[in-house]
């Protein structure tokens, strides 16, 4: 399996680390990059996440910032498809089964 981004995750991890970096630009550096490290672990565990009410969508929480990736698994194409990113204190754009 392999990572696609839709536009909009691609602009919801650019604005978290914006975001951060106004404050700390170390920090952003490590959240971005922690998101990703742990997107690794949806390539070897697709159906690691948690399904959603929405068919063909599932959630997963990154361990230690606690961002909610929402995505989607393409069998036919082999990708995981990597919908948003949000903090898990934000409203969310799906709801679990």
């Given at each position: 399996m392999k990572l696609r981004f839709t536009p909009r995750a691609i602009a919801n991890?650019?604005?978290?680390?914006d975001?951060?970096?106004k404050e700390n630009p170390?920090?952003?550096?490590?959240?971005?990059?922690h998101i990703y490290d742990s997107l690794q672990n949806?390539?070897?565990f697709p159906r690691l996440g948690r399904r959603q009410k929405e068919q063909g969508v599932r959630?997963?929480?990154t361990p230690r910032?606690?961002?909610?990736?929402y995505y989607a698994i393409d069998q036919?194409?082999?990708e995981i498809v990597i919908l948003s990113v949000?903090?898990?204190?934000?409203?969310?754009e799906h709801d679990d089964l």
């Open positions: 991890i650019a604005a978290i680390a975001y951060i970096q170390a920090a952003a550096r490590r959240v971005r990059s949806l390539i070897l959630k997963f929480i910032y606690a961002y909610v990736i036919a194409e082999q949000n903090h898990f204190a934000q409203k969310r």
